[in-house]
């Protein structure tokens, strides 16, 4: 069964500076990989999604972007960091019509 | 759009039943989830069911699905103390990246 990583486990950045969160994936071949922001009380929404290497869509204009560089490398990045960008990330993967799974997350505190 | 609902809060005694209540408004859903976040957590998928069924049990976990009423239900029986967290419903339509719409979730807090 597959395993995620995700760190940092928890970020205090301050507003303007950049951001990269990474996210790897074990135990399997060309997984869908996701990033979700859920806001402090609140649900999950969906920022970003690859179906493979160099391929991202993105559900939401925002202040973010994603990459993935390698098939079970799933990174998150802002060039300034907004006050509004603060909350938990999630990383999650799945097989093609397969259940989402997800890593720990990252709590993000912007300052 | 589609969307899904879910009260906010339950509160059961350690023991009892405990039941999650979900609607959602996307008639092609084919599948439907629930997850489990404790604080400070990721989400663990607990089960899920597919759109031509009605029920699924597993150990304490019964999912109930009226598709119909577009209504999911999530019962935990003997709710335990460890049982204490939040309870995200999803559901999802057809598509090669599973593309999920969760609930904003329910947390259970259970009390002795």
């Known amino acids: 069964s597959q395993t995620i990583h995700q760190w940092p486990a928890t970020l205090v950045q301050p507003v303007g500076s950049p951001l990269s969160l990474e996210c790897t994936v074990e135990g399997t071949s060309n997984p869908n990989l996701y990033w979700y922001r859920q806001a402090a009380g609140r649900g999950l929404q969906l920022l970003f999604y690859s179906v493979g290497i160099g391929q991202i869509s993105s559900e939401v204009p925002q202040n973010l972007s994603a990459s993935r560089p390698q098939d079970r490398q799933f990174i998150l990045s802002s060039k300034k960091l907004l006050l509004s960008d603060s909350g938990f990330y999630l990383c999650?993967?799945?097989?093609?019509?397969?259940?989402?799974?997800f890593g720990d997350g990252t709590r993000l505190s912007i300052l | 759009g589609e969307d899904v609902e879910q009260s906010l809060f339950l509160s059961v005694r350690e023991g009892d039943s405990s039941v999650i209540n979900c609607t959602y408004t996307d008639s092609s859903s084919t599948y439907l989830y629930w997850y489990k976040q404790e604080p400070g957590a990721g989400l663990q998928l607990l089960t899920y069911?597919?759109?031509?069924?009605d029920m699924k049990q597993d150990q304490r976990l019964t999912v109930l699905l009226n598709k119909k009423d577009k209504h999911l239900s999530l019962r935990i029986a003997d709710t335990q103390t460890g049982d204490s967290a939040i309870y995200f419903c999803a559901e999802s339509s057809t598509g090669g990246y599973n593309k999920l719409i969760f609930g904003a979730g329910t947390r259970l807090a259970v009390h002795p």
């Open positions: 069911i597919f759109s031509n069924m």
């Open positions: 999650a993967c799945s097989g093609e019509n397969q259940p989402q799974h």
